[in-house]
């Protein structure tokens, strides 16, 4: 053998031992990265159907959110329309109901002066005491 065999020789021996000790962290390194996948495949798994599942809550949540809306709509109005009615009543029906208080309040204190036989005197001071 050669000088020039035996540095080929040596060469090839280092570089297999540099091949051996670069092989076990690229195993690793493969091994790892498979774990990685497996991990980001059951993560994507389980959310597809996590994210069809709220995709359907959120559906489900905007039709009560427009029913809650119509029922609000029509509390409005309805709230509206007593208004109406109270006002309409309040100016048909309590006018003439306050006429009426004053009259008969008028009449009672009339018939209780003429009861007592108090005369114009006795009404004079009723009415200043009232």
Known sequence: MSV???AGLVAALAFVVLVALLARPILKL?????EARAAIKGVSDST?????????TVGQANE???????????A???TTNVSALTALFAATVGSPVVRV???TYGVRQAVAGRRTGAGKAGRRAGRAAV
């Open 101 to 103: 208080a004053a009259f």
């Open 48 to 56: 597809v159907p996590l994210i069809a599942e709220v995709t359907t």
């Open 30 to 34: 493969g091994a790892v990265l498979d």
């Open 64 to 74: 009560q959110m427009e029913k809650i809306d119509t029922i609000t709509t029509n």
């Open 76 to 78: 409005a109005q309805v």
């Open 4 to 6: 020039g065999d035996v």
